[in-house]
């Protein structure tokens, strides 16, 4: 059973692809509404990239599979009201950090990783406008935001 507590706060795990060509927090809060948002993304690593806070990589992650970078381990252990794991394509470090996050309610992509999210959506990340339409759609019937 889904709580119908409200939403506040808001993570997004997506891949550095995609926050290259969307601007994933602006987005979430204009057709959202949510004011709280925050934004990490992997990246492949290079050892030319200085890890941004809001950023990882697979060099972030012990042979344990346990988070070495701080501000994701923060992250991940912030009891967020929701989870947004915006990326449509398999990746063991994102899929663990979704897996990991102490978020009380997860979305992502339908056909990548049922046992992920409580919710999935049919989309392509391309089109953000849908994805977070058909989210509010959602959430408003879940009561977990007003319309």
Request: proline share 1%; charged share 25%.
């Amino acid at each position: 059973m889904v709580s119908e507590k409200e939403i506040v706060t808001v993570g997004v795990i997506a891949s550095q692809k995609i926050s290259n060509f969307i601007q994933l927090e602006e987005e979430i809060k204009k057709i959202l509404g949510f004011e709280n948002v925050k934004v990490v993304s992997f990246l492949d690593y290079d050892k030319k990239n200085h890890h941004a806070q809001y950023y990882f990589s697979d060099k972030d992650v012990d042979w344990n599979g346990a988070f070495q970078h701080e501000a994701l381990r923060d992250f991940l252990n912030e009891p967020l009201d929701l989870l947004i794991g915006y990326f449509n394509t398999n990746n063991i470090f994102m899929e663990m950090a979704v897996l990991k996050s102490k978020a009380t309610f997860k979305v992502g992509f339908s056909n990548l990783n049922q046992q992920l999210y409580d919710m999935e959506i049919a989309e392509i990340p391309d089109n953000i406008d849908n994805f977070l339409s058909e989210l509010k759609k959602y959430l408003v019937i879940l009561k977990k935001m007003k319309n």
